[in-house]
């Protein structure tokens, strides 16, 4: 039982460059071996962000992101960022677009 009725759920993140590669996979296992190079282990239990970048003239800079999860088969690209979750929230709304206050109407909840 949590000492004051609330938890944290902390993510530790520390970014490592991979260059030369073509997927997301190609991407996490490369830095798991980089991690384990500099700093002696790999995280393998380890959730990951993955940005992906580029330096094309037509699109600088971010392109992607990705999550990873590492008790999952594959990774997920995420397509909604904070600010639509905000926007979300601020209307009422739940992200299928369902209004919150239906939801416990029909007891959904």
Do not use: C
């Not at 009725?5 to 970014?15: A, C, G, L, Q, T």
């Not at 990705?66 to 639509?84: D, G, Q, V």
């Amino acid at each position: 039982m949590p000492k004051h009725n609330e938890y944290f759920i902390v993510e530790y993140r520390f970014p490592i460059r991979i260059d030369s590669v073509t997927s997301v996979q190609e991407a996490v296992s490369m830095a798991s071996q980089a991690f384990q190079n500099q700093f002696g282990f790999k995280p393998d239990n380890w959730n990951a962000r993955i940005f992906q970048y580029s330096t094309d003239s037509n699109a600088v800079g971010n392109v992607k992101g990705y999550f990873y999860n590492p008790n999952s088969a594959t990774y997920r690209e995420i397509t909604k960022n904070l600010a639509y979750h905000s926007e979300l929230l601020a209307k009422g709304l739940l992200p299928d677009g369902v209004k919150k206050e239906d939801v416990k109407k029909n007891g959904e909840v």
